[in-house]
T-cell receptor
Framework: GEDVEQSLFLSVREGDSSVINCTYT??????LYWYKQEPGAGLQLLTY?????DMKQDQRLTVLLNKKDKHLSLRIADTQTGDSAIYFC??????????????FGKGTKLSVIP | DTGVSQDPRHKITKRGQNVTFRCDPI?????LYWYRQTLGQGPEFLTY????????KSRLLSDRFSAERPKGSFSTLEIQRTEQGDSAMYLC???????????FGNGTRLTVT
């Protein structure tokens, strides 16, 4: 089946690192994505990783992929108050229909304490 | 690159009325998607266009919903005889190729009273 799971809430202090975790079920997923959503806004692409990679780093963001455990994580270094938002993990499950549509988790709400 | 544009940002309508939303994708993107997002949930796929062809529809897309992309550029999503359960954020996204990232608009928030 196609299912993406995330913990719903995470609270960290400003300056600390945040780690947001995600598990997915479709082992044939080719790309995995992290999106950020601020209140009342659409989804902003943060980063993505191809399934043949284990890690990707982009400035303060580090993505780790464990294909064996179907586990994806997003680490935000030196978390700032502006990082407070909902973070969504998404995969492209194998659909066979060619749409390559993304399946999203329910999102993790990150609260940064000043 | 002006991004994906959606109009209107907010729509309040009475139950039973029809509503139509518009999406203008990024100009060179031939793939366009509609998603629906309710409170506390992630976006759920509704339908997909490649150029002007509607190639996939979710079972979430009831008969009251119809989407078009007549010239392969902008798209419209119409909901007929709206119900309170239709209240949600309707998100449009586009992409250049099959595996490339989806770029989302800011959505249209629909409230059915």
């Amino acid at each position: 089946g196609e299912d993406v799971e995330q913990s719903l809430f995470l609270s960290v202090r400003e300056g600390d690192s945040s780690v947001i975790n995600c598990t997915y079920t479709d082992s044939s997923s080719t790309y995995l994505y992290w999106y950020k959503q601020e209140p009342g806004a659409g989804l902003q692409l943060l980063t993505y990783i191809f399934s043949n990679m284990d890690m990707k780093q982009d400035q303060r963001l580090t993505v780790l992929l464990n294909k064996k455990d179907k586990h994806l994580s997003l680490r935000i270094a030196d978390t700032q108050t502006g990082d407070s938002a909902i973070y969504f993990c998404a995969e492209i499950p194998y659909s066979g229909a060619g749409s390559y549509q993304l399946t999203f988790g329910k999102g993790t709400k990150l609260s940064v304490i000043p | 690159d002006t991004g994906v544009s959606q109009d209107p940002r907010h729509k309040i309508t009475k139950r039973g009325q029809n509503v139509t939303f518009r999406c203008d994708p990024i100009s060179e993107h031939n793939r366009l998607y509609w998603y629906r997002q309710t409170l506390g949930q992630g976006p759920e796929f509704l339908t997909y266009f490649q150029n002007e062809a509607q190639l996939e529809k979710s079972r979430l897309l009831s008969d009251r919903f119809s989407a078009e992309r007549p010239k392969g550029s902008f798209s419209t999503l119409e909901i007929q005889r709206t119900e309170q359960g239709d209240s949600a954020m309707y998100l449009c996204a586009s992409r250049e190729g099959a595996g490339s990232p989806l770029h989302f608009g800011n959505g249209t928030r629909l409230t059915v009273t």
